[in-house]
């Protein structure tokens, strides 16, 4: 079986590997080779004879989160346990403690991505989320202080929040416009053109209708293809509008961003009130495809 104290070899061993100047900076405060080797020893001893550390499960790190890499990012970062600079990029210091979320971090830097952009991987983001889950599962942590207990149940509520944001292209837009300051227009008919909002009104209209004709007794039978129709066209629009709002968002054109997004939502809604008869139809036997 993995036992967790193979975690605190590789991070001794680590340890020992850095220079012993290193050390006496940050472990002993002094210039003294007998101190600073005597610091690593009682370190060593203080993890080993440490309590809390689960003895019956190893903690794998997600990737590129890795405790074991000195720190790239100096950003003032402090570790609660041991007082050593932690990597600003870092979920775990070299000691193996979690430590508290980054202030500066946003939802695409918990999955470490490097910038906010709209291109992303959606199944290389749910693996990241599984991964930092299972990093912060509760029963994988019943051994630890309550003080890291709080701190891992926070680091995986605030995954759970970034990945309902990010997996979603339209809130994944909104949060990046919000991220900007880009302020958003009051009313969202504002920051769009009559011309579209005549377009979205017959659409509209023309649903209303097939609405009432699949709630009837005895819907009729040009009704499945009409709505495959409308679904089909609805989703092209969409499409058109998203990409369009991805290359303004690209381009940081932020005003013309939120037009785009807006139309989008109205899209969108339209989508959902078609989507929503679908389990009607089909309790009367009628089967609609509406992806």
């Not at 227009?185 to 097939?210: G, R």
Request: proline residues 5%; glycine residues 4%.
């Amino acid at each position: 079986g993995c036992k967790g104290v193979l975690v605190q070899v590789g991070v001794q061993v680590t340890l020992l590997k850095s220079s012993l100047s290193s050390y006496q900076l940050h472990c002993t405060g002094s210039g003294s080779f007998s101190l600073a080797l005597r610091g690593i020893v009682q370190c060593t001893r203080t993890i080993f004879n440490s309590p809390m550390i689960p003895q019956d499960t190893c903690i794998h790190y997600p990737r590129g989160f890795s405790s074991t890499s000195p720190p790239k990012h100096d950003c003032g970062r402090i570790c609660w346990n041991c007082s050593r600079p932690v990597d600003c990029q870092n979920f775990f210091c070299l000691c193996g403690k979690v430590q508290k979320l980054n202030p500066h971090w946003n939802f695409f830097t918990i999955f470490g991505l490097s910038e906010p952009k709209m291109d992303i991987d959606t199944q290389e983001l749910a693996r990241k989320k599984r991964s930092l889950q299972k990093t912060f599962h509760p029963d994988r942590l019943t051994r630890l202080v309550k003080d890291e207990q709080v701190i891992a149940a926070d680091l995986s509520a605030k995954v759970n929040e970034a990945y309902k944001i990010l997996v979603d292209p339209i809130s994944r837009a909104e949060y990046i416009l919000s991220l900007q300051g880009s302020p958003a227009p009051e009313k969202e008919a504002d920051s769009v053109d009559k011309e579209f909002l005549l377009e979205i009104m017959e659409l509209s209209e023309k649903l209303e209708e097939l609405t009432l004709i699949a709630k009837s007794d005895a819907p009729n039978g040009n009704l499945v293809k009409d709505l495959e129709s409308l679904c089909a066209h609805i989703i092209q629009r969409r499409t058109e509008e998203m990409n369009l709002l991805m290359e303004y968002i690209k381009c940081s054109r932020w005003e013309s961003a939120h037009a785009r997004l807006s139309r989008v939502r109205y899209f969108e809604r339209l989508y959902g009130r078609l989507c929503s008869l679908v389990p009607e139809l089909s309790s009367k036997g009628v089967k609609v495809s509406v992806d």
